[in-house]
């Protein structure tokens, strides 16, 4: 038997010990449309979900056109469009740009520039678009949002159209206007459309009904047939039934599962991870130029942070420049100076040592500031395009690309300012290098957080934590038990970056001052780099590896 549309045989869905979904099954014919309905709970949103293969069935089986719904996500994302109840785009980018990188985004490269922009233009006119394509995101009304995250869903030309509530806060016109087109496209383009809707007044748009209650389909045909069967005259008569009264339900009848013959879909795969990858660098560049705040934020950290490092080390550096210990020929006097050198030396050495140390802090909040809410912020955004094929090797390589940049400029001028006004000895070059490794180990740790936590908040509060710990933790201002500082510093960036910019004046009286008065290990630079390094390495593994698990 030939199933080319949907085809849902004993589909069960458990969470934990709670019954999401029982004995679920139907076959759907390609090109129909079809609303599922029910009171809040009764589990229509699960059903979509699983539909759409984001929730793997407990038991049974799920056929998109004679594919396991699994199987023809991994090899054709495209074919199934689903669209959650809100839309997710970037608000400060127009209509005509998110429309734009959607297509970059998902039609093959293979596709010409003539082809694609054919092929927008006709999503525009179907979806009716073109009064405010150059109008931001966030300005639309609820419904013009809904209309546009439709049109996304269509660049991809998906067989299945998978919507969750999509009418829901619709006026009674525009609900019967939306309802119409959803009809014209399973019909007129062969589209099977699948749509969850709490608004029942224009069901008879829909070729069929699946009623859901307790996780059960109680029946599914024609809004004819649905309101003949329970003998009522409306939706609301149906639901009062099921909701005011005890009704018993049979056990489902268990269906066999018949043998699936795949179609041919008409669909494409996305272009390949590195052709998203110059899509993904010129949004990103956009989005950064137009978030105003926050380049003022970078700013202002850009300017004042050096600032305060020079201002703790005005009155206090004058001092170490002038320790000497040379000999001198007169053995009174050098003893004098040596005496001098005791007294000044161990507040020269808390001076230098702190700051070091308050150079590295600042630099860590600098990069918790960088990536902390990178990833979070545009979760939903990413949710979907993940969904649609987006790579995540991609996506993260573009996030690293901007944080490069960002730690490299961030910690030159921190170098270089630090060092012309303090009058620092040392390589330029060589504390430029290790204050930028800290600066991005910690803008890619905190960019892993970003990707791991759900929401933007939970990440900012997660990524303080992480630089409220540098500092005792590190052991250079609070000495720390040998055995606790074995256990922390491979983790604390603030140590390696403290050591590593302590070495590059290791010749000379600055680094003499702290070594002979702290008892505590500092770090060669090379090893210092290479550990900042490898954090470097494991914050973008983890990033990669967490943007992959927001597929699902």
Not at 502 to 514: C, P, Q
Request: aromatic share 10%; charged share 15%.
């Amino acid at each position: 038997m030939r199933h080319h549309g949907v085809y849902v045989a004993n589909l069960a869905v458990l969470a934990g010990n709670k019954t999401l979904l029982k004995g679920v099954s139907f076959d759907l014919p390609t090109g129909s449309f079809t609303a599922i309905i029910g009171a809040s709970g009764c589990g229509k949103s699960t059903l979509l979900k699983t539909l759409a293969g984001l929730i793997a069935p407990s038991s049974g089986a799920v056929f998109l056109a004679g594919n396991p719904v699994q199987t023809l996500k991994e090899e054709f994302p495209l074919a199934v469009g689903y669209l959650p109840q809100f839309g997710a785009f970037h608000p400060d980018l127009t209509v005509e740009e998110n429309l734009n990188n959607a297509v970059a985004l998902r039609l093959p490269s293979t596709v010409s520039s003539e082809v694609k922009a054919n092929w927008l233009n006709h999503i525009i006119q179907l979806a009716r678009l073109d009064s405010f394509l150059r109008q931001p995101y966030k300005t639309l009304s609820g419904g013009q949002m809904r209309r546009m995250a439709l049109a996304e869903e269509l660049i991809g030309d998906p067989a299945f159209l998978l919507l969750d509530e999509l009418t829901s806060g619709l006026d009674a016109f525009s609900d019967r206007e939306m309802m119409q087109w959803l009809r014209d496209l399973a019909h007129e383009h062969s589209k099977t459309v699948v749509l969850v809707t709490h608004a029942t007044y224009h069901l008879e748009y829909c070729d069929s009904i699946l009623f859901l209650h307790q996780g059960r389909l109680i029946r599914y045909g024609s809004l004819e047939s649905l309101l003949q069967t329970h003998e009522v005259s409306s939706i609301t008569d149906l639901y009062e039934i099921y909701q005011t009264r005890t009704v018993e339900l049979s056990e489902s009848e268990v269906v066999e599962i018949l043998p699936a013959e795949p179609a041919l879909l008409k669909t494409a795969k996305p272009p390949s991870g590195w052709s998203q990858f110059a899509t993904l660098l010129c949004r990103q560049a956009e989005l950064f130029w137009r978030d105003k705040g926050q380049i003022w934020l970078h700013l202002a950290l850009i300017i004042t942070f050096p600032a305060l490092v020079a201002v703790f080390a005005y009155n206090g550096l004058p001092q170490v420049r002038q320790l000497t210990l040379s000999l001198e020929s007169n053995i009174l006097k050098t003893l004098a100076e040596q005496l001098l050198y005791l007294k000044e030396s161990f507040h020269a050495a808390s001076l230098v040592s702190g700051l070091a140390m308050f150079q590295v802090i600042l630099l860590t909040l600098i990069g918790a500031n960088n990536g902390a809410r990178e990833i979070a912020k545009e979760r939903n955004v990413l949710t979907k395009e993940l969904n649609a094929g987006l790579s995540p090797f991609a996506y993260v390589t573009t996030k690293f690309l901007q944080l490069l940049v960002l730690c490299a400029i961030q910690a030159f001028w921190m170098a270089w300012f630090v060092k012309v006004l303090c009058g620092f000895p040392g390589s330029l070059f060589a504390q430029f290098g290790v204050l930028f490794a800290t600066t991005l180990a910690m803008s890619t740790t905190c960019l892993a957080i970003s990707a791991y936590a759900p929401t933007p908040e939970r990440a900012s509060l997660l990524a303080i934590y992480l630089v409220g710990f540098q500092l005792p933790l590190s052991g250079a201002a609070l000495s720390l038990p040998d055995w606790l500082s074995v256990i922390c510093r491979p983790f604390i960036a603030a140590y390696w970056g403290w050591s590593g910019y302590l070495r590059t004046f290791e010749s000379t009286r600055h680094y003499d001052i702290v070594k002979q008065s702290r008892d505590i290990f500092i770090a060669p630079y090379e090893l210092s780099f290479s550990v900042l390094g490898v954090h470097v390495a494991v914050a973008l593994f983890l990033t990669w590896y967490f943007v992959g698990r927001t597929r699902s």
